[in-house]
């Protein structure tokens, strides 16, 4: 371990910000983590994945602590179901194309997701029809306060649409360590009815899928969508799909009947922010080096010298402008810093 100071974070984070901590390091091992805070408990602490879901507005005045825990492994098994086992700083695409090299089914709609195992359960993240919480058995987590180890069962998380308890009541008071999901051996449930899984298939002839089949259009579709962070800083959808009351809903989509929507409850819909933003003319739209991009209007996007200030901005504009259009709020999925 080494405690660095005034530490650039461009290359912690996905948007490619320049931003810097006061002061920064990273752990590899359960106690090393635990040292670190038992040692810093009057510091200010921030807790650093693989930076995918942040945009960062400022400097991070704080001792920033970078979870780099790595391994995976199956800790049990059955005739039909294996419990892996991933370290919270495993790479998320990684271990979803690890499980389908074992043949292990669940997490197949969720490739070429950005970011890093252990911050999966704090946004409940999904893609195409599955979510963490299809597949997820418990995590273990660091008391920040006093060191004790905790494991949080699927039903105490409290996961809802990109929402955790890891969000709401104990929210900077743990950091998850580790992770176990449940996933099939055989008679996987292969999911290819959401989106455009079914034509991507379709274009290769493929009418029975393998769970390597179902990744590869996810990562094909994905990539024809969503630029490269590498490539182009940005950090996967900026919004989240907003959910209105159908007796909201009613009078909104009359005014618009080429909204689309998608029913999720017998009192409530969910619409497509991604069409909103798009039919209110931000698609491909540039601002500086702020922007939103050309493929996919979910995704804000930093052209090369882009600030976070003005990334923000950029993401206002889209809400103020959404709201006055058509009466929606859309909020934003990623963490503002």
């Known amino acids: 371990m080494e405690l660095q100071s ?27 983590l635990k040292t670190i805070l038992s040692q810093n408990k009057m510091e200010k602490k921030f807790i650093l994945g693989g930076g995918s879901n942040m945009l960062l507005t400022q400097n991070i005045d704080a001792l920033v602590i970078h979870i780099d825990l790595k391994g995976k492994k199956v800790i049990q098994e ?21 499980t389908i090299d074992q043949n292990f089914g669940g997490l197949e709609n969720m490739s070429l997701i950005p970011g890093n195992v252990g911050t999966t359960p704090v946004q409940n993240i999904g893609a195409y029809g599955a979510e963490i919480k299809d597949s997820f058995v418990s995590c273990e987590a660091i008391n920040i306060e006093n060191q004790e180890n905790r494991i949080f069962i ?3 998380c409290r996961f809802g649409y990109r929402e955790s308890i890891f ?6 008071q743990f950091i998850i360590t580790s992770v176990i999901f449940k996933l099939t051996k055989n008679n996987h449930k292969i999911n290819t009815s959401y989106g455009d899984i079914t034509t991507e298939l379709a274009k290769h002839n493929i009418i029975n ?3 390597k089949e179902v990744s590869t259009a996810v990562i094909a579709i994905r990539k024809s969508k969503l630029p490269n962070p590498k490539e182009l800083g940005n950090s996967g ?23 689309k929507f998608y ?7 969910k619409v497509p922010a991604g ?6 003319g931000f698609k491909g739209k540039r601002f500086g080096d702020a922007g939103v991009h050309k493929n996919q209007a979910l995704v804000l996007v930093n052209y090369g010298t882009a600030t976070g200030q003005e990334i923000l901005a950029v993401s206002k504009d889209i809400q103020q402008t959404i709201l006055k259009t058509f009466g929606i709020r859309i909020e934003a999925e990623v963490n503002v810093i």
């Open 78 to 98: 059955d005739d039909n179901f294996v419990w892996v086992e991933s370290q919270a700083g495993e790479n998320w695409h990684e271990f979803v194309l690890w």
């Open 209 to 211: 899928p393998s769970l």
């Open 275 to 280: 069409w909103l933003i798009e039919q209110a």
């Open 237 to 259: 959808s900026f919004f989240k799909n907003p959910i209105v009351s159908k007796k909201e809903f009613a009078p909104i989509h009359a005014k618009f009947p080429d909204m």
């Open 6 to 32: 005034n530490f650039s974070l461009k290359n912690f984070n996905t948007f490619g910000i320049e931003a810097q901590a006061k002061q920064f390091i990273a752990v590899h091992s359960v106690s090393e």
């Open 154 to 156: 699927k039903d105490e």
């Open 167 to 172: 969000k709401n009541d104990v929210k900077d």
């Open 263 to 269: 029913d999720i409850s017998e009192t409530e819909v």
